[in-house]
């Protein structure tokens, strides 16, 4: 029930939002109405904004980052991400869990993260999504969510820099200015 209302609450302040401030329009990608096979496979990470540049510092250290989406048997998506730093690649997996009762995704150990999918055409890309990822304030009298970021995936390896200008535009309309965007000079990791 309480994620009910704060989704509804969610739609409520967007639209709000929209109305108050002229920026493009975004579409969320409900986790329990779309097929999540689309989502299967290999995505090249291409931009992280924030309105917090503490929120994003942690992709500075990258040169490049790809993740691997795979479903598992128990309805939970698998993602496995290779990430370029430096010299060294490294390894992680985080699992998502699809609930019933929530249009977003549950990170395991997390359980305080909502992680939403937005369509690629924020970023005018039919090959793209967009993952924001937000945790609530730490403490009731805080009045900022404590973590919010958007995070822009590729299908593509190679992009046009126009692309990720434009990502980088809406997200700025959105309020979130702070922005990094990986080098992608070294060889992927895999």
Not at 37 to 65: M, R
């Amino acid at each position: 029930m309480i994620n009910n209302t704060l989704s509804y609450f969610w739609h409520l302040s967007a639209v709000i939002h929209q109305a108050a401030v002229p920026c493009a329009v975004h579409e969320q990608l409900l986790v329990n109405d779309v097929d999540h096979q689309q989502f299967l496979g290999t995505w090249y990470f291409k931009a992280a904004v924030s309105s917090k540049e503490a929120h994003i510092e942690k992709f500075k250290a990258f040169d490049n980052l790809i993740f691997v989406m795979e479903k598992t048997a128990n309805d939970a998506l698998l993602v496995t991400g290779h990430m370029r730093m430096g010299d060294d690649c490294i390894k992680q997996n985080w699992t998502f869990h699809i609930q019933p009762d929530r249009d977003d995704l549950a990170l395991e150990g997390r359980p305080q993260r909502r992680t939403l999918l937005w369509s690629g055409s924020w970023a005018n890309c039919l090959d793209c999504i967009v993952l924001q990822e937000i945790e609530p304030p730490l403490k009731e009298t805080d009045t900022e969510d404590s973590l919010s970021r958007l995070m822009l995936y590729s299908r593509q390896r190679d992009v046009n820099s126009e692309l990720v200008t434009t990502f980088l535009k809406n997200s700025a309309c959105s309020g979130h200015t702070k922005s990094v965007k990986p080098a992608q000079e070294k060889e992927f990791c895999t």
